[in-house]
């Protein structure tokens, strides 16, 4: 695996300085032999110093390149990863040196609407926005094809994975869903991502769900299940309180000796309290002008 080494050449400043300088020399030399032919006394060895000291002018001004603030220019020799320049400004470095581009911004993807199906076997559609950035950047050019490519296809995998191992929805507590547990999921989410990016010099910051739906097909009927699944939990939830209510109640009927009550009443009384505590309407009561007990 290449790894990054930083190195960013020279500052471009005094290699301009030394391309004025030559290009000047140029200039003096050219003149010296126009002057030189016109007395009569032609120096041929000066125009050869001309031509070579423009070659060498080009071929320095071909060195230089522009690095702006988060950009990096991976430089290679002939082929050979030679490292990386990320220091921002005019740079210069070895005239033969080809350089790519590469942006260390951060960078946003957003995957497509993919239908999967979740841990309970409901197809779905599912998307995800990731925030990410190069790294790495001898891993991103050298180690992938493609890193941009390899970003979009290795998020949507690692959604599809991340969408199979929850369901959809759940009205248990210890029970981690997509629709109710969104945290833990983005974190799940974002560790499936970089593990599957790390090879590419990549890291994903932050991976969230941007979109999540039952599929069209079974939109209705789960719809249905999920509304009969929440009354059910609700239900339960107000008949464990009311259990819980009337328990307190005979305690202090009881503790503070108010009323003694038979086997026979309390298991009216039971069916009173639950009957107020656990209706849908609120509760008509009739008052009783006999004895206790009629």
Known sequence: ???????????????????????ALVIWLFVTFVRLAEAGRPYPLLMVGVVLLVGLDLLITRGFFMVAPNEARVLQLFGDYAGTAKQ????????????????????????????????????????????????ETAEATFEVDDYENYVRVQTESALRNAATSYPYDSHEDAVVSLRGNTAVVADHLQKEVQGRLNKAGVEAIEARISHLAYAPEIAAAMLQRQQAGAIIAARSRIVEGAVGMV??????????????????????MVSNLLVVLCGEKGAQPIVNTGTIHQ
């Open 1 to 23: 695996m290449i790894r990054e080494r930083e190195r960013n050449g020279i500052p471009g400043l005094p290699m301009v300085a030394v391309v004025f300088g030559l290009a």
């Open 88 to 135: 921002p400004g005019l740079r210069w470095a070895n005239p033969f040196y080809t350089r790519k581009k590469i942006s260390i911004r951060v960078r946003n993807f957003e995957s497509g609407k993919l239908k999967v199906n979740d841990a309970e076997g409901n197809p779905i559609e599912i998307a995800a926005v990731v925030v990410w950035r190069v790294v």
């Open 247 to 268: 328990e307190m109640a005979l305690q202090m009927l009881s503790h503070k000796g108010i009323v003694t009550l038979d086997e026979e009443r309390k298991a009216a």
